[in-house]
Nanobody, 122 residues
Framework: QVRLAEAGGGLVQAGGSLRLSCAAS????????MGWFRQTPGKEREFVAA????????LYADSVKGRFTISRDKAENTVYLQMNSLSPNDTALYYC???????????????WGRGTQVTVST
């Protein structure tokens, strides 16, 4: 049974930083690309960042490029999202995903976590 467990969300002031983590179990971690998405009420799920199976390739949404960094640790079966210079526009429920390839479309991802809330105050 595949499980993706996000952690690290919380309340932070604008300009601050948070580090999200996603621990994967029930799958062969090195065989999957990993990604982060976010969603706010009434809006579609939005791509944030993704990293390839081996970690050599990454992809970022334009809105987070230069502020967010995705990484993965194969020893810990964990993917991270370091978020810096946060703004209220980054407030959302952040989801971890596992899939076959790096892709921005949510439908390309096979497995999803339950999400962790990030709230950025002014």
């Amino acid at each position: 049974q595949v499980r993706l467990a996000e952690a690290g969300g919380g309340l932070v002031q604008a300009g601050g930083s948070l580090r999200l983590s996603c621990a994967a179990s029930g799958l062969r971690f090195e065989a999957y690309a990993m990604g982060w998405f976010r969603q706010t009420p009434g809006k579609e799920r939005e791509f944030v960042a993704a990293i390839s199976r081996g970690g050599a390739n990454t992809l970022y949404a334009d809105s987070v490029k230069g502020r967010f960094t995705i990484s993965r640790d194969k020893a810990e079966n964990t993917v991270y999202l370091q978020m810096n210079s946060l703004s209220p526009n980054d407030t959302a429920l952040y989801y971890c995903a596992a899939g076959g390839v790096v892709a921005a479309a949510p439908r390309r991802w096979a497995y999803w976590g339950r999400g962790t809330q990030v709230t950025v105050s002014t």
